[in-house]
């Protein structure tokens, strides 16, 4: 929430809240910035793909 108070936009990890009303105040503080708020989830495994 900080970096969007400081007008920049965020990259998080899944899951991006650990409760609803987190959730709730998070997208708030989103849409009153006019920031971007993407969630990514990492597939990182320790196998190689092929």
């Known amino acids: 929430m900080a970096a969007l108070k ?6 998080a ?3 991006f809240a650990p ?3 987190d959730a709730d105040a998070i ?3 989103v849409a009153r910035s006019g ?3 993407i969630v990514m ?3 990182a ?3 190689a793909p092929g």
């Open 27 to 29: 997208l708030d503080a």
């Open 6 to 11: 400081h007008s920049c936009d965020v990259m």
């Open 41 to 43: 989830q990492n597939r």
């Open 45 to 47: 495994t320790s196998k």
């Open 35 to 37: 920031r971007r708020y």
């Open 19 to 21: 409760t609803r009303a």
């Open 13 to 15: 990890e899944k899951p």
